[in-house]
């Protein structure tokens, strides 16, 4: 059966032109970075050349990217380093509601150490409000962690404001931009950002890979201690390979393609919408529509029908969707982010699936998908079971 899928949020295939580069380095390249003899002096030398591409990506210094293992390390890296080494200038910190569990969890344990969290709420759109944003921030603010675009519905959050007021403030400024990265043209001195984190995986790169954006005038120690690598910024043998296919994910996506996925994926969802009303699928978007989004995901309610029995029957037909958050989840665990949307008792929390569109989706996709969706709740709505 050929599969279809639609969960590119969660992770994405490798594209053949990271896959080839990745082979070839493997078998060429399998020097130890740090080492001084020719073999090494290539692995550094094709790592710089990566570390070049990516740092141009969000208008930064070379030597401000740190490689990592991904997206939760980068994560965990910023909050809990900040929160330790800033510690005398004051204890508290700002997030969100809907952050990603690689930021949620070190806040937790954060509080458990005796930091305060503000966790700013969000609408029924899934937005913060700045009004929201300046009330909670205090003179013994000393880091603010918000996601760029959320990987659940898509939100995107004001950065660039936040950042504006944060230039003249003590609060180091870090945002999850691990699902706005190939999408939103990023640029780190105009928002004035001092911690991003990124992924490979979710941009056609390899798994395990990622970045940590750390501004030259941000000082913590090493979260992951050992050897002198990445500057003694982050110990550990690098995985050349990997960040050469992370390298060369980026630079296949120029601002113009970043601009054309959007285009493209606003329109899958404007699509999907019409083919969903067009069968009569009683449904409703989670979040909004709107072409300054994330457009890669699309949320919906689909009422009366529960998340697991249409996750299964999508998957009995070969298409791969998202219930829940798919990131964190094996089982299918109430969604945080909805919740804070629209409340613990709203229907949408067990009614909903996230569609996640990617480089290798066609509307063939979406027209399977679409059917799949109609026979399910028609064979559903025969059988008198919703649930
Ligand atoms: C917003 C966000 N942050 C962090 C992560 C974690 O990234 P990684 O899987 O690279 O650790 C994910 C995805 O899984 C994500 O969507």
Redesign the pocket.
Known sequence: MEEIYLDN???TRVSDEVYAEMMDKYKNVYGNASTLYGLGREAKQVMESARETIAKSINADPEEIIFT???????NTAIMQTALSRQDLGKHIITTAI?????LQPMRALEKQGFEVTYLPVDENGYISMTDFKEALRDDTILVSI?M???EVGSVMPIHEIGEILKDHQAWFHT?A??AYGLLDIDVQRDHIDLL?T????INGP??I?FLYKHQGVNFPSFVKGGQQEDKRRAGTENVPAIAGFGKAVETITSDEKHRRQEKYYGFKQYLIDQLKANNVDFEVNGLVAKDNLNHVFNIWLKGISTYVMQTNLDLAGIAVSGGS???AGSIEPSHVLVAMYGEDSPRISESIRISFGRYTTKEDLDKLVDAIVKTIGRIKKKGVTN
């Not at 952050?99 to 930021?103: D, R």
């Not at 992924?199 to 979710?202: G, I, M, R, V, W």
């Open positions: 949020a969660a992770t293992s991904g997206g939760s390390e980068s994560d952050e990603h569990e690689a930021v996601m675009g959320n990987n999850d691990v699902q984190s992924s490979a995986h979710k798994k395990m990622g798919a990131c964190t």
